[in-house]
């Protein structure tokens, strides 16, 4: 009995990932990265972005990682850092030029640390779920390079308004 379910299993992930696999190859993948800039401490960073076409679910959509990376600061005697990771969707709603203007939602996974160079004062130190909205424009210079920019909101523990420029290579 177990051996039967086992081998059903078996088969139907067999089928659903080939399924799968048919149309992924179909779907425009693009990796690359640029400057952010935040306006909470640290302001500057790297961002590294990866985006994946999404046109079998609905046209225009594609979905996005990025992670950023802020260039530690200090600031009244407080070392502050930060990362942060967004896992988005993007809806392009207007084309026209080589430009492509899209709509960001998505969520936000925030990194902060606020450490204190003297011993009398505290530490901060967390990480928070948020949300993020936002918009962005890509302009493609050939078939294989776009550029981008976007900017967002993120809403959580550690609100900013984040502005990030980058390239994207198509692969």
């Given at each position: ?73 200090t600031q009244n005697n407080y ?93």
């Amino acid at each position: 009995m177990m051996k039967r379910i086992w081998l059903k299993l078996f088969f139907a992930t067999l089928i659903v990932s080939s399924i799968y696999g048919r149309t992924s190859n179909a779907q425009e993948i693009k990796l690359g990265g640029g400057l952010i800039i935040g306006t909470d401490l640290p302001p500057l960073g790297l961002q590294f972005k990866g985006t994946y076409g999404m046109d079998m679910l609905l046209e225009n959509l594609s979905g996005s990682v990025e992670f950023a990376i802020f260039f530690p600061t200090t600031q009244n005697n407080y070392k502050h850092s930060r990362w942060a990771i967004d896992v988005d969707g993007n809806y392009t709603f207007w084309s026209a030029a080589g430009f492509d203007f899209y709509a960001i939602a998505g969520l936000n996974i925030t990194h902060y640390s606020k450490k204190a160079e003297i011993a009398l004062l505290s530490d901060r130190v967390g990480t928070k779920p948020g949300l993020n909205a936002g918009a962005g424009v890509n302009y493609g210079f050939s078939s294989n390079l776009s550029a981008f920019s976007e900017v967002k909101y993120i809403l959580s523990n550690y609100d900013q308004a984040v502005f990030n420029i980058g390239v994207l290579f198509e692969l």
